[in-house]
């Protein structure tokens, strides 16, 4: 299974993640990680120093997802931009808020 306008693919199954009682919030592409190293946090207790390297591996996916999403918006962007560079400002004139009555 694989997310819409992401690169990367869908790892854990909604199964796995009912299973490890994952957020619905939290299920993306990086689910995969964030259900080991929610049990190393439960098994040490939520200790800070604990589970440095999963953390750390859950965060960096996070990021990329972050900065692919960042990149695709900053596409479309400029592509609207292009777009409404080539149309002529006489053919998008604004819709008058107030309409002209007839004897007015």
């Known amino acids: 299974m694989e997310a819409p ?3 990367k693919k869908m790892i854990a199954t909604q199964e796995e993640m009912m299973e490890a009682k ?3 919030a939290y299920r993306d592409q990086c689910a995969h990680l964030l ?3 929610n ?4 098994s040490e207790f939520y200790l800070p120093w604990k589970c440095q390297g999963e953390r750390h591996t859950y965060e960096k996916c996070e990021y990329e997802l972050v900065m692919e999403r960042m990149l695709q918006m900053q596409k479309i962007r400029e592509r ?7 149309t002529p400002q006489s053919a998008a004139q604004p819709i008058p808020l107030i309409p002209k009555t007839a004897n007015a």
């Not at 049990?39 to 439960?42: I, S, T, Y």
């Not at 609207?80 to 080539?86: G, S, W």
């Open 39 to 42: 049990k190393c946090r439960q």
């Open 35 to 37: 259900i080991p190293l």
């Open 80 to 86: 609207e931009a292009q777009l409404k560079a080539k």
């Open 5 to 7: 306008g992401s690169s």
């Open 22 to 24: 994952v957020p619905i």
